[in-house]
């Protein structure tokens, strides 16, 4: 992944009258843990905040996905259709694009149910385990696709940070790398599983 | 030398074909693939009591015999139906159109390859290559070679053998 | 016992049986007697006898006679004409002809082939042993063994035999090296194991003629300092086995097998191994596994089993057809064999044409003739007034050839120059109803499954190539998908453990090659040249997209 | 280097004049001059086999490549273990083994110590590109003392060749062939069931992955028993953090 293109790489506030970085966060099929961990970088979000405008994200209150975004990291796994509608849709709205932790990246605890298939794993939830009615829904709940996967999977994917979830410094790390206009080596900041 | 005393499963006399090619070996763990094959022909399928017996008498681990009967295409660990039908997947047989004929007859019986239909009557095997491709396409009805074959013969042949009580 | 002595004992078994003037001759190997030969040999049989015609014309079960599309086929006497597609209700003719007209017109099918291993397949009654010894069988033995081994070593090597299984390795060489190892226990074993699908040379050889491979077997025994020998054959060639079981015991009652063979010092005997259905076991070291009573799983190589092979003892390896080439090579001499061909292949080989062409059968051919000539002399061209679309050999570990490539001749180099291999003879030939992907994923459907599954780039590369195969041939494959092909083929050929996965990828690579058109008809047209692939429609799929 | 009778070679590996006698392979005089070699079925002490290829190294004159872990040393020969194609193969490899199975790290008790995970790492794979297979298979947890977990299994074949090679019981061995190939005990019986296995836990300690693992043990002490890796880990999110503010 170290081919890095010009017009993807992140300004980086040389130019003093060009804007914030663009940034958005998505949450596909996961626990948002990865969120959690961006969260957790504490008081250096606040640092960030300075040089990128968070545009689009389930922290915050945006509910179209802006026209272009510089960087998007999406959490989870691609598991319906709207998950991929979703993931199509951001793709073509951003420049760079991050898998962010496991799920996004290898489908993780998500895709635990892939072996077993959609109708054993639904009647599973909804009917054998069921405390008030045992049926399973059609409205609200996506149909799910007959395997979980990774977001790679679907669309073109431009780094990986792995961990489950990647912590909170792995995160930062990508974050100033890019914003330093490289693209950084994430394998040494963070594993599968951590 | 010594004399090795072999019981056998049950006084089942097939029991002793198979000691017998076990003798003529020598009772050597390399005659475990000549000892299933005799298995097979005498009994039609390994079940657990002759791989078994086998693995005790020529003293090769358990779990080495399973991994050789379930290595080889040819031995079955489950009992064949009363009529085969093998389809020659070979490279001359599939270009002039036994994968057709294997998804007619899956369609038909609604089997899938390696098993076998309710009745017990019909099982539906692939062959990789027969050797027969100057007769394309080939198949096998309880051993007998079959070549250029139709989709409707065959399946007329398999059902008067899926019928038959 | 000298050679005098062995014809005498043929001629013996020879007259004990009554046979005529004239010999009709029907052929017995599996392809005709599927097509029930034999009732046609029994109806000549009663009519011979209802005649009283004995004294003049006999019937002889034979090996394969090459045509076995047209079969049942009968021949009289050592006559080229072939008569098809006889019918018991033939016989009358077919008596009348050996009567007054055994040598008649020649057909072309036999006319450009040149017969050394097939040289007594269709001719001897491969059940009797006599028969082969009265063509000359048995007599490069006999010859051999007032040779040195060294001595029959150079003239394998002189004659620049190469392996026939496939790799094209020179005889000679192998069989140097497992004399090198020195004075110790040593094996010799015959690989008859022909696993490619659509290749069926050895085992009309040895259903048509057993006693040469044996004899080859044999000498080369006798070269290398082995005293015990295996073939190993594979389970679906039930005749083959049978006829082999037979030939050994026959060889062994006549001396020319077994303890002091003609009454020399050397002594070889023969076992034979039944296969249990895995390609894999045609690769040496796991054909050795298999005998050995294992899992048929390759090890890599070195050591050699010409150095460590079977129970760790030095072990030469050669295929049926390899052998087959010994006797008429020790018999004429080396130079003589050397003499046909092209320059780094030598001799002739044996194919089996299959597939979309009009003549389907078992051909030997001096090597270097061309593509054109086999298919289309020989073959007789396409059927049904089709266009020629490729030709493929080597089985799963070749490749496809197209059109612009058939004045190539037939050669171990030119066939790997074109992405394919010599393979072990099968020729498969397909016209333009064939779908090159359909082909590519096929075969890979093949290795996939013959995969032993000991290393991981052909266990489940080969999977994840049939993967994509699968999808391009179900409209849902991307332009992504042929340059990962591409890359995943690199890495399964050079990373897999033996000679299966890495040629896996060639029928994938030789078809991208030369039919990319055909793969990108399928990925962006959604279309199949050939009409061969079904696509799947949205509205087949219902709601869901195909997605991997 | 003392009297053992063996000839001495010497050659050359990256570029470096090392020696090994003739008996030596490549991986062993690797291993003797710190040069690492990744590899996942060798194991010092268990017969070679050759099957996981990341050991594959390019050697001058040859056209293949060959694996280290096999390959014997001989005069004047020269070695290269870390070329760029290697990389990119050995990367390749690793994401096939992680492609085959149902490698779920985050959930794994050998989250932290185990092989397969610790090479991804190093050599440096991001993610795998090849689709997943997502096989079924079920977890025979019938032994008293040890699971078996077949989707984390890499059919490395270590279980089978310490159990027969130094334990001598072969209570193990592989079943089917291709990718349907699996360990067994014995008849493919529950290994609760075995007639052969002696309980004695050397197939758990030399699994490079989390397919053998001892019961009610978590990584930590299944690292101890290794005595592999002493990170201590535990892989549920809600004490995620504090155990990673224990290591920092």
């Known amino acids: 992944m170290s081919k890095v293109s010009e017009d993807i790489a992140l300004n980086t506030g040389s130019d003093t009258n060009s804007a914030k970085v663009k940034a958005a966060t998505v949450w596909l099929d996961g626990c948002s843990g990865c969120h959690m961990s961006f969260l957790d970088m504490d008081e250096r979000i606040v640092e960030l905040l300075e040089k990128i405008d968070l545009l689009y994200s389930p922290l915050v209150d945006h509910k179209e996905f802006p026209d272009m975004v510089d960087v998007t990291l999406v959490e989870g796994a691609v598991s319906s259709h709207e998950d991929l509608e979703k993931i199509r849709k951001v793709r073509a709205h951003t420049k760079i694009l991050v898998s962010l932790g496991d799920c996004a990246i290898t489908a993780n605890v998500p895709s635990m149910r892939n072996p077993f298939g959609v109708e054993a794993i639904m009647k599973h939830a909804y009917i054998d385990t069921a405390v008030t009615k045992d049926v399973i829904p059609n409205e609200v709940v996506p149909e799910l696709f007959e395997y979980s996967r990774p977001v790679h999977n679907f669309v073109k994917v431009d780094l990986f940070l792995q961990g489950c979830p990647p912590p909170a410094d792995a995160i930062h790390f990508l974050l100033t790398e890019l914003l330093e206009g490289r693209m950084p080596d994430l394998t040494k900041v963070s594993r599968l599983g951590k | ?165 | 016992m000298i050679i005098e002595e062995l014809i005498e004992y043929a001629q013996k078994l020879h007259l004990r049986e009554k046979t005529g003037k004239h010999e009709v001759k029907v052929c017995s190997a599996a392809g005709c007697l599927s097509l029930k030969s034999e009732a046609v040999a029994d109806e000549l049989r009663k009519k011979i006898a209802e005649l009283g015609i004995e004294e003049e014309v006999s019937v002889k079960p034979v090996g394969c006679l090459g045509l076995c599309s047209k079969g049942p086929l009968v021949t009289i006497d050592s006559g080229n004409r072939v008569y098809q597609n006889v019918k018991p209700e033939d016989a009358n003719l077919i008596i009348e002809k050996a009567k007054t007209d055994p040598q008649s017109e020649t057909d072309k099918f036999f006319t450009r082939q040149q017969k050394i291993v097939l040289e007594n397949s269709g001719q001897v009654d491969p059940e009797k042993i006599h028969d082969y010894i009265l063509r000359d069988g048995y007599k490069a033995l006999h010859d051999v063994l007032e040779m040195t081994p060294q001595e029959v070593i150079d003239e394998v090597t002189i004659s620049g035999l190469r392996g026939r299984g496939g790799a094209g390795y020179p005889t000679g060489l192998k069989w140097n090296t497992v004399a090198k190892t020195g004075n110790i226990k040593k094996y010799v074993i015959c690989n008859a194991d022909e696993g490619d699908p659509g290749a069926f040379m050895d085992r009309s050889l040895l259903e048509g003629d057993p006693h040469r491979v044996l004899e080859g077997m044999a000498i080369a025994a006798y070269a290398v300092g082995a005293d015990e020998g295996y073939v190993y054959c594979r389970a679906e060639y039930p005749l083959a086995i049978k006829r082999l079981k037979n030939a050994v015991k026959q060889a062994e009652r006549a001396g020319v097998l077994g303890k002091n063979i003609f009454g020399t010092t050397f002594s070889f005997t023969v076992d034979l191994r039944i296969g249990a259905g895995a390609f894999v076991c045609g690769e040496e070291t796991a054909l050795i596994a298999s005998i050995e009573g294992k899992r048929g799983q390759p090890r890599p190589r070195p050591p050699y089993p010409a150095e460590v092979g079977l129970w760790g003892s030095p072990t030469l390896i050669n295929n049926v057809e390899t052998y087959g080439n010994i006797a008429p090579i020790l018999r004429n001499g080396g130079e003589w064999y050397a003499a046909i061909g092209t320059e780094k292949s030598k001799g002739t080989k044996v194919f089996a044409l299959a597939g979309k062409i009009v003549n389907t059968g078992l051909i030997e051919i001096p090597m270097g003739i061309s593509l054109r000539e086999v298919i289309y002399d020989i073959g007789g061209g396409i059927p049904d007034g089709k266009k020629f679309k490729a030709v493929q050999t080597g089985g799963p570990s070749g490749g496809c050839i197209p059109e612009q490539f058939l004045d190539k001749p037939v050669d171990y180099e030119s066939l790997s120059e074109l992405g394919s291999i010599m393979g072990s003879g099968g020729m498969i030939i397909m016209d333009e109803t064939s779908c090159m992907v359909d082909v590519a994923k096929y075969f890979l459907d093949f290795t996939k499954d013959e995969s032993c599954g000991k290393c991981v780039p052909c266990r489940v590369g080969t999977v994840q190539l049939y993967n994509i195969l699968d999808r391009i041939t179900k409209g849902t494959g991307t332009m992504e998908d042929l340059d990962e092909l591409d890359d995943l083929c690199d890495l399964v050929k050079n990373t897999s453990l033996c000679g299966l996965g890495q040629a896996a990828p060639n029928p994938v690579l030789s078809t991208i090659q030369y039919f990319r058109d055909e793969y990108i008809a399928h990925i962006v047209d959604k279309k199949c040249p050939a009409g061969v692939c079904k696509f799947h429609t949205h509205a087949e799929t219902g709601k869901s997209e195909v997605i991997i | 280097m003392v009297t053992t009778g063996k000839k001495v070679k010497t050659f050359i590996i990256d570029g470096k004049d090392v020696s090994g006698t003739e008996d030596q392979t490549v991986i062993e005089v690797c291993r003797e001059n710190n040069i690492e070699i990744p590899t996942l079925c060798h194991l010092e002490g268990l017969a070679e086999v050759g099957a996981c290829r990341l050991c594959l190294v390019e050697i001058k004159g040859s056209n293949k490549l060959l694996p280290a872990c096999v390959t014997k040393v001989h005069e004047g020969m020269e070695v290269i273990t870390a070329s760029e194609g290697l990389k990119k193969y050995r990367i390749k490899i690793l994401e096939l083994f992680f492609s085959e199975r149902n490698h779920i790290c985050s959930v794994c008790v050998s989250n932290g110590i185990c092989e397969l995970q610790n090479l991804a790492q190093r050599l440096g794979m991001t993610h795998v590109h090849y689709p997943y297979l997502f096989p079924k298979f079920d977890v025979d947890a019938s032994h008293e003392r040890f699971v078996l977990d077949n989707n984390r299994c890499i059919l490395c074949t270590r279980c089978v060749r310490v159990c027969d090679e130094i334990e001598g019981a072969h209570t193990w061995d592989i079943m089917g062939r291709g990718i349907e190939s699996m360990v067994i005990t014995d008849l493919n019986k529950p290994w609760g069931e075995s007639e052969s296995c002696t309980s004695c836990g050397k197939c758990v300690a030399v699994c490079p992955t989390g397919a053998l693992v001892e019961k009610y043990k978590n990584a930590v002490d299944k690292s101890f028993m290794y005595k592999k890796d002493k990170l201590k880990f535990l892989p549920y999110l809600t004490t995620m953090r504090e155990v990673k503010n224990e290591q920092s």
């Not at chain 2, 030398?1 to 097939?14: E, G, T, V």
């Open chain 2, 1 to 165: 030398m010594l004399i090795k005393k072999i019981i056998l499963p049950s006084d089942d006399n097939r029991w002793k074909l198979i000691n017998a090619t076990m003798k003529r070996h020598g009772y050597q763990p390399n005659s475990l693939i000549e000892t299933l094959h005799t298995v097979q022909e005498t009994f039609g399928y390994l079940d657990e009591i002759s791989l078994k017996f086998v693995a005790l008498t020529l003293k090769v681990p358990l779990s080495s015999v399973y991994g050789v009967a379930t290595f080889y295409n040819f031995f079955n660990l489950k009992p064949q139906g009363k009529h085969t039908c093998v389809v020659c997947l070979g490279t001359a047989c599939y270009i002039k159109g036994t994968n057709v004929i294997a998804e007619e007859i899956k369609k038909e019986f609604k089997l899938s390859m390696g098993k076998t239909t309710e009745s017990g009557n019909l099982s539906l095997l692939s062959a990789r290559c027969l050797g027969a491709c100057g007769i394309a396409p080939a198949i096998v009805i309880d051993g007998e070679v079959h070549g250029n074959v139709s989709v409707e013969k065959t399946l007329e042949v398999l059902r008067r053998h899926e019928n038959d009580n």
